[in-house]
């Protein structure tokens, strides 16, 4: 059972503090976890709660800290680390609020994931087996964000992530080198056109580029000069974020303000000059009757993607699946704020014929723990960034260890994990 819960202030990615907890258990084994951080974070998502004042320019999550330390660990003290279930409805009923904002998503999804991790630890099970069980064993496809723009990058490219999907590798494995393979012929690519190679918050390439368009011709020149196959071998996804630079119903792109209509056209003609078989957020998270035309108009050849409109919550979800306002769920913990409530926004998803795709955030930390969710959830797509960049890469190197450990019986998602491509 649990005896105590520990926290403190740690740095993500962007030089900004996150919450760190450790959770101890009687039988003297520990769970460790951090929390990530959004940039272009949904409007409905739980709160980070963050001190104000000075400090870290107001951004300490010193308070967060304190509300494990004086509030939740005298709460926890005594469950089994097991209950899960029991655990996070003890969390959810201390905070009180419906978005986290009294203890702070930070420090809940923190302890949530802790006390996960200490178990399975005091099970002697890896992370993905325990809250998998003994059927998980389906490494995903890594998406991987080769150049940034939007929110993560200080350019003029709107489109926030364009993603590369090895679809047609054998093994997880082999999706990695190829996907390193096309980020270094990408840098190349870039160089030769004297344009910039710094790399943005997720380690893409982040150039400043004259359109959207022109990041997709440069990718695919990329693909194309490793002798790789595009379409085959590598796929693209893109995630707008489109709430970004939505403003009064109306999006400022490329120099210009554009309907949703407007902007679903664009995205029928990228789906048809590229091969792309998932577009996330591609308008904004209040525009449901625009999700669900585009879902309509593009759903049966590409995946349509929910993030800021779904944020992990299954209220949100559930009108998604009612309305059919896209087709699969952008998984982020982070956004909800605990695993059972992650978990249960999957399991619908799943029940509902929506894809998902495990995510990271843009500010991130050494913490694997969503590698070992994609596994146990079975989801098929995991998005951690670009092959560069520690905290990016600490997933990727989770999953690589995953595929080890499962021997014979691990099977890379490859193309089954997109039902609808094309070809
Ligand atoms: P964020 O971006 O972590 O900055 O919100 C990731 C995403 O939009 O998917
Ligand atoms: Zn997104």
Sequence with gaps: SIEAVGAREILDSRGNPTVEVEVALDDGTIGRAAAPSGASTGQFEAVELRDGGSWYGGKGVEKAVLGVLDDINPALVGFDADEQRLVDQALVDLDGTPNKAKLGANAILGVSLAVAKAAAESADLPLFRYVGGPNAHLLPVPMMNILNGGAHADTDV????????????????????????????????????????????????????PSNREALDLIAQAVESTGLELGTDIAFAIDVAASEFAADGAYVFEGASKSAEEMTEYYAGLVNDYPIVSIEDPLDEEDWAGWTTITGELGDKVQIVGDDLFVTNVDRLRRGIDDGAANALLVKVNQIGSLSETLDSVDLAHRNGFRCMMSHRSGETEDTTIADLAVATGCGQIKSGAPARSERVAKYNQLLRIEELLDDAARYAGRGAFPRLRT
């Design 158 to 209: 709107d489109i926030q992530e364009f993603m590369i999907a090895p679809i047609g590798a054998p093994t997880f494995r082999d999706a990695m080198q190829q996907g390193a393979q096309v980020y270094h012929a990408l840098k190349s690519v870039l160089k030769e056109k004297g344009l910039a190679t710094g790399l943005g918050d997720e380690g893409g390439f982040a150039p400043n580029l």
